[in-house]
């Protein structure tokens, strides 16, 4: 069963002293509150059924941009649309890298695709918010769950301990929040439930800093998260937990200085070996359709997003804008399940070169596009300028159906188990004691089978390969940029791709944009923040 996501209430909040209102829909409570104030935390949270409205406030939150879908938005500045956190997360993972290229031109979001944005961004300024806004929606739910509080509104045992897990949830999604933003703009303050709630300045953190609050907060939750795959589909585990532990260590060479590729190796066997998540012996596109919560997908999913075209209201946000931007040009919308293309987001032909032959059957994870496409991209703004991309589908594995066409039903696989197979591997190969090569080669052989593409040997098991092999794998699924950093082919002249830099035929860049800049409205808003290496505010 998914997570309803529709019980959800009123309450508000201050979030980094800006002040930024955190509302909800209520229909199935039927509160139309006379006065907002009537509805401040405390109140709220009076009501027994607050506590998983809350939480669900917090996963809904990662997709839909508002409180009634695209209407009115959490985040100031941004349409509920356009402020989804899911939808963000692509926008900056996505379109600075060889996979993606938007041809829309509003306000700065043209200098994603070229990597010359600055800190007068409104989307880095949007995905900062966004994250934040989970934070301190987290904060004040750990803050009102506290045994004291629970204690005195009298509330009964068995409510208490199903809040103690929604209070791991809770951190989990703080800590998935505090790792996007450590790893996009590296210096970041950190709050949590212990601070005031109001106008003060949260001191800024280094990024060690952050990484170490990071894993202290995973390592913890082992103890407070539901045991794995014992959870509502949705909602996360103690495995979560534990894949987010080792994407951190993978990464802690950029995010520290100090790599711990080791632990890497030896949280994903965990995870491999004990967790009862299973790779998805089903087709590949399988894994993207509108189904894949019950089509034998959902056995790899660690951690979805889940879409619901009949629950949520949200017609730009998460799934629905990665599917409508991806059709234009000739293609059949309602092939794709959906009413119609906003003629946006395509992929670069040095992403399409990954597989030997877009337009044959060698690798079934390369769906692309290409009748009136053209592979180059002379224009930015021309849709048919660059192969379409159709990995995701609101089409059931069968061809039948979803709930909608215009909001799918296809769930984001924020994480998954074959990931956890390729960081294994990668692990492995930059020397963690704790890996198996023949193992490692294995798991790829498990991902490529399926796929129908064809078997490799220890031999072919390099970084190069992995880093390729992760995008066959997992392109579109917001991991591209930070993969292309750690392998020091994000910036700089090692890797280039049509359009990096600002021209056709792609320049090097400069090694500062690693790191997005702290975006300016929030230095306006606290002025304690420092600035980036490389920007000017």
């Given at each position: 069963?998914?997570?309803?996501?529709?019980?959800?209430?009123?309450?508000?909040?201050?979030?980094?002293?800006?002040?930024?209102?955190?509302?909800?829909?209520?229909?199935?409570?039927?509160?139309?509150?006379?006065?907002?104030?009537?509805?401040?935390?405390?109140?709220?949270?009076?009501?027994?059924?607050?506590?998983?409205?809350?939480?669900?406030?917090?996963?809904?939150?990662?997709?839909?941009?508002?409180?009634?879908?695209?209407?009115?938005?959490?985040?100031?500045?941004?349409?509920?649309?356009?402020?989804?956190?899911?939808?963000?997360?692509?926008?900056?993972?996505?379109?600075?890298?060889?996979?993606?290229?938007?041809?829309?031109?509003?306000?700065?979001?043209?200098?994603?695709?070229?990597?010359?944005?600055?800190?007068?961004?409104?989307?880095?300024?949007?995905?900062?918010?966004?994250?934040?806004?989970?934070?301190?929606?987290?904060?004040?739910?750990?803050?009102?769950?506290?045994?004291?509080?629970?204690?005195?509104?009298?509330?009964?045992?068995?409510?208490?301990?199903?809040?103690?897990?929604?209070?791991?949830?809770?951190?989990?999604?703080?800590?998935?929040?505090?790792?996007?933003?450590?790893?996009?703009?590296?210096?970041?303050?950190?709050?949590?439930?212990?601070?005031?709630?109001?106008?003060?300045y949260p001191e800024q953190k280094t990024r060690a800093e952050v990484f170490a609050f990071i894993e202290s907060e995973l390592k913890?939750?082992?103890?407070?998260?539901?045991?794995?795959?014992?959870?509502?589909?949705?909602?996360?585990?103690?495995?979560?937990?534990?894949?987010?532990?080792?994407?951190?260590?993978l990464n802690s060479k950029v995010y520290t200085g100090t790599d711990r590729f080791n632990e890497a190796g030896t949280v994903c066997?965990?995870?491999?070996?004990?967790?009862?998540?299973?790779?998805?012996?089903?087709?590949?596109?399988?894994?993207?359709?509108?189904?894949?919560?019950?089509?034998?997908?959902?056995?790899?999913?660690?951690?979805?997003?889940?879409?619901?075209?009949?629950?949520?209201?949200?017609?730009?946000?998460?799934?629905?804008?990665?599917?409508?931007?991806?059709?234009?040009?000739?293609?059949?919308?309602?092939?794709?399940?959906?009413?119609?293309?906003?003629?946006?987001?395509?992929?670069?032909?040095?992403?399409?070169?990954?597989?030997?032959?877009?337009?044959?059957?060698?690798?079934?994870?390369?769906?692309?596009?290409?009748?009136?496409?053209?592979?180059?991209?002379?224009?930015?703004?021309?849709?048919?300028?660059?192969?379409?991309?159709?990995?995701?589908?609101?089409?059931?594995?069968?061809?039948?159906?979803?709930?909608?066409?215009?909001i799918p039903d296809t769930d984001f696989p924020m994480f998954r188990l074959s990931d956890v197979y390729l960081m294994y591997a990668?692990?492995?190969?930059?020397?963690?004691?704790?890996?198996?090569?023949?193992?490692?080669?294995?798991?790829?052989?498990?991902?490529?089978?399926?796929?129908?593409?064809?078997?490799?040997?220890?031999?072919?098991?390099?970084?190069?390969?992995?880093?390729?092999?992760?995008?066959?794998?997992?392109?579109?699924?917001?991991?591209?940029?930070?993969?292309?950093?750690?392998?020091?082919?994000?910036?700089?002249?090692?890797?280039?791709?049509?359009?990096?830099?600002?021209?056709?035929?792609?320049?090097?860049?400069?090694?500062?944009?690693?790191?997005?800049?702290?975006?300016?409205?929030?230095?306006?808003?606290?002025?304690?923040?420092?600035?980036?290496?490389?920007?000017?505010?």
């Amino acid at each position: 069963m998914k997570i309803a996501f529709k019980h959800i209430s009123y309450f508000f909040l201050l979030i980094l002293g800006l002040n930024m209102a955190l509302t909800s829909c209520s229909n199935d409570l039927n509160v139309t509150p006379d006065d907002d104030d009537e509805f401040l935390s405390e109140t709220f949270f009076e009501n027994p059924e607050s506590y998983k409205q809350v939480l669900a406030k917090l996963y809904a939150g990662l997709y839909v941009g508002g409180n009634d879908g695209d209407g009115t938005a959490d985040i100031a500045g941004l349409g509920g649309d356009f402020s989804s956190y899911l939808r963000l997360l692509f926008v900056v993972q996505e379109l600075p890298t060889d996979e993606a290229i938007i041809a829309w031109a509003d306000g700065t979001l043209p200098t994603l695709n070229t990597q010359n944005w600055s800190p007068a961004n409104e989307f880095l300024a949007g995905t900062f918010s966004r994250a934040f806004y989970h934070i301190s929606v987290a904060n004040e739910f750990l803050r009102q769950t506290t045994d004291e509080k629970l204690t005195a509104r009298g509330v009964d045992a068995s409510l208490k301990a199903e809040i103690a897990t929604f209070r791991a949830e809770a951190r989990f999604l703080r800590a998935f929040s505090y790792y996007n933003l450590m790893d996009l703009f590296g210096n970041v303050p950190i709050t949590t439930e212990n601070d005031p709630v109001g106008f003060f300045y949260p001191e800024q953190k280094t990024r060690a800093e952050v990484f170490a609050f990071i894993e202290s907060e995973l390592k913890d939750l082992d103890n407070s998260l539901a045991a794995s795959r014992t959870n509502e589909y949705g909602r996360v585990d103690k495995t979560a937990a534990k894949f987010l532990l080792a994407k951190i260590y993978l990464n802690s060479k950029v995010y520290t200085g100090t790599d711990r590729f080791n632990e890497a190796g030896t949280v994903c066997a965990d995870i491999i070996n004990n967790s009862g998540y299973t790779f998805a012996n089903v087709p590949y596109r399988y894994l993207f359709s509108a189904d894949n919560n019950t089509n034998g997908a959902q056995n790899e999913f660690i951690f979805p997003i889940v879409s619901d075209g009949n629950a949520i209201r949200a017609t730009g946000g998460g799934m629905s804008f990665i599917l409508h931007a991806s059709i234009g040009g000739s293609m059949d919308a309602a092939s794709r399940g959906m009413d119609g293309g906003w003629f946006g987001i395509r992929t670069r032909k040095e992403f399409v070169a990954l597989f030997p032959d877009a337009t044959a059957t060698a690798d079934k994870r390369g769906t692309f596009y290409t009748d009136g496409q053209t592979l180059d991209i002379a224009n930015i703004g021309t849709f048919t300028n660059g192969y379409a991309v159709t990995k995701y589908i609101n089409k059931k594995a069968d061809g039948t159906a979803a709930q909608r066409n215009d909001i799918p039903d296809t769930d984001f696989p924020m994480f998954r188990l074959s990931d956890v197979y390729l960081m294994y591997a990668e692990a492995t190969v930059r020397g963690a004691a704790s890996g198996n090569t023949a193992t490692a080669v294995g798991y790829i052989n498990q991902l490529r089978d399926r796929a129908d593409a064809p078997s490799i040997s220890a031999s072919d098991l390099t970084l190069d390969f992995i880093l390729d092999e992760r995008g066959r794998e997992l392109f579109w699924e917001c991991h591209r940029r930070t993969d292309l950093i750690r392998f020091g082919k994000f910036t700089g002249g090692s890797k280039i791709w049509q359009w990096k830099g600002g021209t056709v035929n792609g320049t090097a860049t400069e090694s500062y944009r690693d790191l997005m800049p702290i975006p300016s409205r929030i230095i306006q808003a606290n002025p304690t923040l420092e600035q980036n290496t490389g920007y000017t505010n």
